[in-house]
């Protein structure tokens, strides 16, 4: 198995962030400066296009490390990043730009890619899980949360269904076409987040999505307005979620 | 007008628990006890069959208080609490009950007894509202919010539809029949709860309902379970809701 090496470090606001590979993978592990022996864990996967450090992976991550006190993992997604491209992943890119400019629907294309894009990141992240429990500030045995929307829910779902160590996940903005099937062995308590008037993702596909977890706790947080008007403060309803999960009991 | 007189006053744990009346309606005034001069208002309905004084009233009032520093007044619909039942609300109380028994859908006689109720609740609530504002502590101009479900959705949709002074709401757990054409009218921040596996209201009713309102800014919560298993941590999603509509800017 890789291990975890880290190749760079930096500190602000209380928080201490940490580049690092395990094998070819690249992520960065941000941690309370203080207090954070033990803490809970929270994966956290990026949105298509984006990466291990977008704006919206550092702020929710900040986040989650101020107001939990948890310690937040994200790494590049295959073909996103600091990782190469492969020829199918040009071709794919090349097939939702068509698309897009054509007005043509992106779901078909960003559904295959993402599929495929999951069976090699699944994989990753939990050999990037191992690596991060064989530290001795995190360790084995604690609780585990995954974060991801978009993208990040096509791969955060079949990986949740495969790792028993995830034990609370906050999805969302995805077609249910091939997760519906996943979703349906995954018991652990879930926030899932739905645009109302999302212009990709029809309402009741969504709604679907949703319906297919098997999980006895799952609340559904669905927001008036389009794809990308996610509002900002279901970073904190998000970060309530973990807070009530996976807090170890005083 | 009426004015507001008090009753009864006791304190515990930092909130200060007042009894008054307006009119013929009686209420509860729960303030923090310190520090309440001009703080954010928050108008809080019961239930069909419970009152002013139900433990889940006092522990919404409590968290509110205590979490936001708000004050917040409930008082006992027509023909709840302390107030007396008219023929009219034995007759129907009488035929839901028969429903019950039967195993009839009670949609449609919950329906019709709310929008009786609501006929006479929205004058009330008005009336509460202005003598509350004429409280010294309290005084006008200040953020009022309305937190009702149930009963008190069916009261409290028609009444934030009539009234300015309502800023922000929670809503939840109703059929849209005699609501949805008020909700059309109401923009203000909306946060509704609905039961994803509720036996007693229909889930594309629920959703047509949370439609409904013309509001910029809603967010549904909805949740595994059935119509009485909302989860008791919704009540803490819905005070962050008001910390972020009701707090005053620095």
Chains 1, 2 share one sequence.
Not at 36 to 61: T, Y
Request: glycine content about 10%.
């Amino acid at each position: 198995m890789d291990s975890l090496r880290f190749t760079a470090e930096t500190s602000s606001n209380g928080v201490v962030e940490r580049d690092f590979t395990v094998g070819e993978v690249p992520g960065v592990l941000w941690s309370p400066a203080s207090g954070s022996e033990h803490a809970p864990l929270v994966l956290m996967g990026h949105g298509g296009g984006r990466d291990k450090r977008a704006p919206g992976m550092a702020g929710r991550a900040h986040r989650i490390v101020t107001g939990c006190g948890f310690t937040v993992a994200t790494i590049d997604a295959p073909g996103h990043g600091d990782r190469p491209r492969t020829p199918h992943d040009e071709q794919e890119i090349a097939a939702l730009l068509r698309a897009r400019a054509a007005g043509e629907p992106e779901g078909p294309i960003v559904v295959r890619y993402n599929a495929h894009l999951a069976e090699q990141a699944v994989p990753e992240w939990q050999a990037t899980l191992d690596a991060l429990q064989e530290l001795p500030e995190i360790g084995a045995g604690g609780p585990v949360g995954y974060f991801g929307l978009n993208m990040a829910t096509a791969i955060g779902v079949p990986l949740a269904a495969a790792e028993p160590r995830i034990t609370a996940a906050v999805f969302g903005l995805h077609w249910p076409d091939r997760l519906a099937e996943p979703a349906s062995r995954i018991t652990i308590p879930i926030e899932f987040d739905l645009q109302w008037h999302d212009q990709h993702i029809d309402r009741q596909a969504g709604l679907a999505l949703f319906d297919a977890f098997a999980s006895k706790e799952k609340t559904l947080h669905a927001n008036a307005g389009t794809h990308k008007e996610l509002p900002r403060f279901e970073a904190d309803c998000a970060a309530h979620f973990f807070t009530r999960h996976l807090t170890p009991p005083a």
